[in-house]
């Protein structure tokens, strides 16, 4: 049986654009999801090719009738980022910190 050759899509979600191939894992930001949601499907596709560079389908600035499927893993929180104020010789230190949520998926599919 032939195998189909591995294929790549350049995906943008919430102002961010991410390459991704089928089985891999990333982070998306943190959206509201109904209860018991297992999926996400990402409808803005800016490209789709294979691995080797010869065929390439780009867009305009989105491929019609393209999508990606992801299977949702979890909700996880990034590393822990601070943020200092300084001023010298005014006694005035301040420090914050932030931790960031993401929704980590699984490609699944990609359609074309």
Avoid: C, W
Avoid at 7 to 20: F, L
Avoid at 60 to 79: C, F, Q
Avoid at 102 to 111: G, T
């Amino acid at each position: 049986m032939y195998a189909s050759p591995p294929v790549y899509a350049i995906i943008e979600d919430s102002g961010t654009q991410i390459m991704v191939r089928k089985d891999d894992v990333i982070d998306v930001d943190l959206r509201k999801l109904p209860e018991g949601t297992t999926t996400l499907t990402f409808g803005k596709v800016l490209a789709i090719g294979l691995e080797d560079g010869s065929v390439a389908s780009l867009g305009a600035p989105y491929l019609a009738n393209a999508s990606v499927t992801a299977e949702v893993i979890g909700v996880k929180r990034g590393a822990k980022t601070t943020l200092n104020k300084y001023s010298r010789r005014k006694g005035y230190r301040r420090q914050k910190g932030h931790r960031q949520s993401f929704v980590q998926v699984k490609i699944s599919a990609i359609a074309s």
